[in-house]
């Protein structure tokens, strides 16, 4: 008769555990977000990724690390694309430019910021993840236009990179 | 590596994490014995896990004073629970490319222009330094254990072999026989065991009576952990001390119970008691509050976590290399104290990465820093220096009894042009440091008396006036190494008639060399070209205040250095004491891309990077100006030619 009793117990105790504990990080990146200067696009980014929902704080900067990562990548596959058409000379110089600076994001600012997370000595990835975010923004200003042909791209790394930077000072 | 990401078109979404799960129903089972010895074998872990975790905890003295009421105020609970609204967009909508970045940006673009600049070969190489400690080659930052050593003084560096951005941190090594001709020698420590697979991170040395080097160092672990380790020299008998040996009983030291594993690192020179113990220091935080724990030992092969805190003060965060040392008007070995002997504490703060330090009593029988001004406690008063200088630490060198602080002055350009140069950081030059007995309330600073080894040629220039609103160009030769000494004397009667300010001037918070009011700015442009499109202005800015009483600061103006737009271009400085009769007085040290500033005999320190694209190699030159509407001012200097310092790897004769 105890045993029925015990298993109920360990059972219910699991289901408990199985309930709280998304639900507790799922409050940890709505505590996280509304620390952010941008709220939405920090939800948007964190929640798209399915390790968020049992990270901790440091894991949650990781992701958006890896976002940042996964964006340039995928801006340097259509950036190649882009330089196959035969552009104009001037859109021509600002895709060779961002070419190197987002192989720049990809190979300099996230190695670092992932050991930075990783290691718990935040400062760097505040630093090097801010740099992203600039990465991207003089990458879009060297089309001279109100929109580039990978505008999508570079607000989206601009963000990426800016919540990982926040999410860093918000752990110093 | 990077699993495929979803798409950036807005997709409708459903967040797992808020479903309703299904309800716990166990379907039947005939194996009910297994079952229970699984239920009860789980159970038992569990609670064997519990009882494991609260008997690791080594420190309950320690921890329990953390919580006790003289924290408490300090110890921020966490906020309210609130649910924020889930949008179902992935792509969040773009706010506009120039709105600027985060406020927390340590990057200041000029204006709307956010080209990145096309730096060239000619313009990365000028900007290798001649006589500042660098490595050949990637990243460098904290200085580490330096020390003096039968006849060689010992530098070592947290380096990245592999890159010239921070990452995979390992110990470098480098010797001197007179702290500015340094010779390479190999990797003194790499990330080869469990405990510092992670980063071989900062360390100090502890020279003991007998000759033997104990060398305190942090290592971040395989579980990223933050662990104190030891190691020393594998040979005493070799002055180089190229080889070491990490302590077969490493590591020595885990995190008290209260600390995060994450929190816990740099520990300090020991200091020797009397009651012949030895004790260091290692810095942590708990939630916003720095702290800083001692340990004792009398042997280093056991330690023991003292009671309570050697002193902790809200609101700065981190506290990273701790420094802690005796102060006199002459250096003091860090063992030294007793009655009437002052104690420098000193924290490098991860919040906004400057050092502070603050000058107090050291009581070791209670094992407590009380700072003699607490408005002005450390981290939240005086800065070794006022731009670019983190990380620093000192040691007693008895080969001249002095004490001397090394500082990490990190790069203000973009990583990517570092990447390009292949390397990033400086060391600034070696500081003694002694208690300005004039003040009695901040350190003295100065360059080792060994840089006046490099001055070549020198030209002088005496009594040069310098009337308001112009520039006066200096003849020396191309002034990219350079070290000048001046001094400055304001027009009395425009002193007298100055009308009393309405504020304070605050260097970061102004117009820089630009901002012009009756009795400044005034002092040096270095680094500029001829005509003066690039500049870097070294200036002083005196304001009247109430009852005549006048008050000085010493900036560097960054913010028109360089015509390239991905670099830094802050204002730094302080506000610089200046007593009664005395003049005032500059050093400046130019040695390509770094700046260094020493105002009234080193009461007030600013470095900055610079990097022009045009006032470089044979264009670079001095200038004096006066940018004052009202006082003229009197200059008299002295400008020496610098030579290399020829730094090299250590090759036998």
Same mark, same amino acid.
């Given at each position: 008769?105890?045993?029925?009793?015990?298993?109920?117990?360990?059972? %219910?105790?699991?289901?408990?555990?199985?309930?709280?504990?998304?639900?507790?990080?799922?409050?940890?990146?709505?505590?996280?977000? /509304?620390?952010?200067?941008?709220?939405?696009?920090?939800?948007?980014?964190?929640?798209?990724?399915?390790?968020?929902?049992?990270?901790?704080?440091?894991?949650?900067?990781?992701?958006?690390?890896?976002?940042?990562?996964?964006?340039?990548?995928?801006?340097?596959?259509?950036?190649?694309?882009?330089?196959? /058409?035969?552009?104009?000379?001037?859109?021509?110089?600002?895709?060779?430019?961002?070419?190197?600076?987002?192989?720049?994001?990809?190979?300099?600012?996230?190695?670092?910021?992932?050991?930075? %997370?990783?290691?718990?000595?935040? /400062? %760097?990835?505040v630093q090097y993840m801010n740099d992203a975010a600039n990465t991207a923004?003089?990458?879009?200003?060297? %089309?001279?236009?109100?929109?580039?042909?990978?505008?999508?791209?570079?607000?989206?790394?601009?963000?990426?990179?800016?919540?990982?930077?926040?999410?860093?000072?918000?752990?110093? | 590596?990077?699993?495929?990401?979803?798409?950036?078109?807005?997709?409708?979404?459903?967040?797992?994490?808020?479903?309703?799960?299904?309800?716990?129903?166990?379907?039947?089972?005939?194996?009910?014995?297994?079952?229970?010895?699984?239920?009860?074998?789980?159970?038992?872990?569990?609670?064997?896990?519990?009882?494991?975790?609260?008997?690791?905890?080594?420190?309950?003295?320690?921890?329990?004073?953390?919580?006790?009421?003289?924290?408490?105020?300090?110890?921020?609970?966490?906020?309210?629970?609130?649910?924020?609204?889930?949008?179902?967009?992935?792509?969040?909508?773009?706010?506009?490319?120039?709105?600027?970045?985060?406020?927390?940006?340590?990057?200041?673009?000029?204006?709307?222009?956010?080209?990145?600049?096309?730096?060239?070969?000619?313009?990365?190489?000028?900007?290798?330094?001649?006589?500042?400690?660098?490595?050949?080659?990637?990243?460098?930052?904290?200085?580490?254990?330096?020390?003096?050593?039968?006849?060689?003084?010992?530098?070592?560096?947290?380096?990245?072999?592999?890159?010239?951005?921070?990452?995979?941190?390992?110990?470098?090594?480098?010797?001197?026989?007179?702290?500015?001709?340094?010779?390479?020698?190999?990797?003194?420590?790499?990330?080869?065991?469990?405990?510092?697979?992670?980063?071989?991170?900062?360390?100090?040395?502890?020279?003991?009576?007998?000759?033997?080097?104990?060398?305190?160092?942090?290592?971040?672990?395989?579980?990223?952990?933050?662990?104190?380790?030891?190691?020393?020299?594998?040979?005493?008998?070799?002055?180089?001390?190229?080889?070491?040996?990490?302590?077969?009983?490493?590591?020595?030291?885990?995190?008290?119970?209260?600390?995060?594993?994450?929190?816990?690192?740099?520990?300090?020179?020991?200091?020797?008691?009397?009651?012949?113990?030895?004790?260091?220091?290692?810095?942590?935080?708990?939630?916003?509050?720095?702290?800083?724990?001692?340990?004792?030992?009398?042997?280093?092969?056991?330690?023991?976590?003292?009671?309570?805190?050697?002193?902790?003060?809200?609101?700065?965060?981190?506290?990273?290399?701790?420094?802690?040392?005796?102060?006199?008007?002459?250096?003091?070995?860090?063992?030294?104290?007793?009655?009437?002997?002052?104690?420098v504490m000193k924290v490098s703060l991860d919040d906004d990465r400057h050092?502070?330090?603050?000058?107090?009593?050291?009581?070791?029988?209670?094992?407590?820093?009380?700072?003699?001004?607490?408005?002005?406690?450390?981290?939240?008063?005086?800065?070794?220096?006022?731009?670019?200088?983190?990380?620093?630490?000192?040691?007693?060198?008895?080969?001249?009894?002095?004490?001397?602080?090394?500082?990490?002055?990190?790069?203000?350009?973009?990583?990517?042009?570092?990447?390009?140069?292949?390397?990033?950081?400086?060391?600034?030059?070696?500081?003694?440091?002694?208690?300005?007995?004039?003040?009695?309330?901040?350190?003295?600073?100065?360059?080792?008396?060994?840089?006046?080894?490099?001055?070549?040629?020198?030209?002088?220039?005496?009594?040069?006036?310098?009337?308001?609103?112009?520039?006066?160009?200096?003849?020396?030769?191309?002034?990219?190494?350079?070290?000048?000494?001046?001094?400055?004397?304001?027009?009395?009667?425009?002193?007298?008639?100055?009308?009393?300010?309405?504020?304070?001037?605050?260097?970061?918070?102004?117009?820089?060399?630009?901002?012009?009011?009756?009795?400044?700015?005034?002092?040096?442009?270095?680094?500029?070209?001829?005509?003066?499109?690039?500049?870097?202005?070294?200036?002083?800015?005196?304001?009247?205040?109430?009852?005549?009483?006048?008050?000085?600061?010493?900036?560097?103006?960054?913010?028109?250095?360089?015509?390239?737009?991905?670099?830094?271009?802050?204002?730094?400085?302080?506000?610089?004491?200046?007593?009664?009769?005395?003049?005032?007085?500059?050093?400046?040290?130019?040695?390509?891309?770094?700046?260094?500033?020493?105002?009234?005999?080193?009461?007030?320190?600013?470095?900055?990077?610079?990097?022009?694209?045009?006032?470089?190699?044979?264009?670079?030159?001095?200038?004096?100006?006066?940018?004052?509407?009202?006082?003229?001012?009197?200059?008299?200097?002295?400008?020496?030619?610098?030579?290399?310092?020829?730094?090299?790897?250590?090759?036998?004769?």
């Amino acid at each position: 008769m105890k045993t029925p009793m015990l298993f109920t117990l360990v059972s %219910f105790t699991q289901l408990l555990l199985i309930t709280i504990l998304p639900l507790a990080s799922a409050d940890l990146i709505d505590d996280t977000c /509304k620390k952010m200067p941008d709220v939405d696009s920090c939800i948007a980014i964190l929640r798209s990724d399915p390790r968020s929902s049992t990270a901790d704080t440091p894991t949650l900067g990781l992701i958006s690390v890896d976002t940042a990562d996964s964006n340039a990548e995928v801006t340097l596959d259509e950036i190649k694309d882009l330089l196959g /058409k035969s552009p104009d000379s001037k859109t021509k110089q600002a895709l060779t430019s961002c070419e190197a600076s987002y192989g720049n994001i990809r190979s300099s600012l996230v190695p670092p910021s992932r050991e930075s %997370f990783t290691k718990g000595d935040y /400062k %760097f990835a505040v630093q090097y993840m801010n740099d992203a975010a600039n990465t991207a923004a003089v990458c879009e200003a060297g %089309f001279g236009g109100p929109k580039s042909p990978i505008y999508d791209a570079n607000m989206f790394e601009r963000n990426a990179g800016l919540l990982a930077s926040a999410i860093a000072s918000s752990l110093l | 590596m990077a699993e495929p990401y979803p798409s950036r078109s807005p997709v409708d979404q459903e967040d797992p994490g808020y479903a309703p799960l299904a309800g716990g129903e166990e379907p039947r089972d005939h194996r009910r014995p297994i079952r229970a010895i699984l239920a009860v074998g789980l159970s038992v872990l569990l609670v064997v896990g519990i009882v494991i975790g609260f008997s690791t905890d080594t420190s309950p003295d320690v921890c329990a004073e953390v919580n006790s009421a003289r924290l408490e105020p300090f110890l921020l609970g966490g906020a309210g629970q609130r649910s924020v609204p889930v949008k179902t967009v992935v792509r969040p909508v773009p706010r506009g490319v120039n709105e600027g970045v985060s406020a927390k940006s340590n990057r200041v673009f000029a204006g709307a222009n956010l080209r990145g600049f096309p730096w060239n070969n000619s313009m990365l190489s000028w900007q290798r330094t001649a006589y500042h400690f660098q490595p050949e080659k990637n990243w460098m930052n904290d200085p580490n254990g330096p020390m003096y050593y039968k006849g060689w003084y010992h530098f070592f560096y947290q380096y990245n072999p592999d890159a010239a951005v921070w990452g995979n941190i390992v110990w470098g090594h480098a010797v001197s026989e007179d702290l500015i001709h340094w010779l390479y020698l190999p990797l003194a420590m790499v990330a080869d065991q469990w405990y510092d697979i992670n980063g071989v991170w900062s360390g100090s040395a502890t020279v003991l009576p007998d000759g033997q080097v104990m060398m305190l160092y942090t290592g971040s672990s395989n579980e990223s952990q933050q662990l104190q380790n030891l190691a020393y020299p594998a040979n005493l008998s070799d002055p180089l001390l190229i080889d070491w040996v990490k302590h077969p009983g490493n590591p020595i030291l885990a995190p008290p119970q209260c600390i995060d594993k994450l929190d816990f690192r740099d520990p300090t020179t020991a200091w020797y008691t009397s009651g012949g113990k030895w004790r260091f220091a290692v810095g942590a935080k708990i939630n916003k509050t720095g702290v800083s724990f001692v340990y004792e030992t009398e042997d280093f092969k056991s330690y023991k976590l003292l009671p309570g805190l050697l002193h902790a003060v809200p609101g700065t965060g981190m506290w990273e290399c701790v420094d802690f040392f005796p102060v006199s008007d002459d250096g003091l070995d860090t063992s030294v104290n007793g009655p009437g002997v002052k104690h420098v504490m000193k924290v490098s703060l991860d919040d906004d990465r400057h050092d502070y330090y603050a000058i107090g009593t050291y009581n070791e029988e209670a094992n407590t820093w009380v700072p003699d001004s607490p408005e002005i406690d450390v981290g939240i008063g005086i800065r070794y220096d006022y731009g670019i200088f983190y990380a620093s630490k000192t040691f007693y060198d008895q080969n001249k009894s002095r004490r001397i602080l090394w500082g990490w002055i990190t790069e203000s350009d973009s990583e990517y042009a570092d990447v390009q140069k292949g390397w990033a950081s400086l060391q600034a030059l070696p500081r003694t440091i002694v208690l300005d007995t004039k003040t009695g309330s901040n350190l003295l600073q100065w360059p080792v008396e060994e840089v006046d080894s490099l001055r070549l040629s020198s030209k002088e220039f005496d009594s040069v006036e310098v009337e308001a609103g112009t520039v006066v160009p200096l003849d020396v030769e191309t002034a990219t190494q350079v070290d000048i000494v001046a001094e400055f004397e304001l027009d009395k009667q425009a002193l007298e008639a100055a009308p009393e300010a309405d504020a304070d001037y605050v260097c970061s918070a102004s117009g820089g060399a630009s901002q012009r009011s009756a009795l400044g700015p005034f002092g040096l442009l270095v680094l500029a070209d001829d005509d003066l499109s690039e500049q870097t202005p070294v200036y002083f800015y005196v304001v009247k205040g109430p009852n005549g009483t006048l008050k000085t600061s010493i900036c560097t103006d960054q913010s028109r250095s360089s015509v390239a737009t991905d670099v830094h271009k802050q204002v730094y400085g302080s506000f610089v004491p200046v007593l009664e009769g005395e003049k005032l007085s500059l050093r400046i040290l130019v040695d390509h891309s770094i700046v260094e500033t020493f105002a009234q005999g080193g009461r007030s320190c600013i470095t900055a990077r610079v990097y022009p694209t045009k006032a470089i190699y044979g264009a670079a030159r001095v200038f004096l100006f006066n940018n004052a509407t009202e006082a003229n001012v009197k200059a008299s200097l002295k400008i020496w030619q610098m030579n290399s310092a020829f730094i090299r790897p250590y090759s036998p004769q």
